[in-house]
């Protein structure tokens, strides 16, 4: 789910960008879209501890029920 979101945003903030002049937003778009990138990254490694820790089943089914495996 993550990745769709930033995904999105991304496309979103991409589209913004190419239809606007001034050079000062286009940087703050720029630096917001990195930082999607930045933060899409984090998560994936995030994600990659979680499922390679050894968790017991109850913390385990709740990570599941809160969307973080």
Not at 14 to 29: G, H, M, N, R, T
């Amino acid at each position: 789910m993550p990745s769709l979101v930033c995904d999105t945003a991304q496309t979103m903030l991409a589209s913004v960008q190419e239809e606007i002049e001034d050079d000062d937003l286009i940087f703050k778009l720029r630096t917001a879209r990195q930082l999607i990138i930045a933060c899409k990254d984090q998560h994936a490694e995030y994600q990659q501890a979680l499922e390679s820790a050894d968790l017991d089943d109850e913390i385990e089914t709740r990570l599941e029920e809160l969307g973080y495996l």
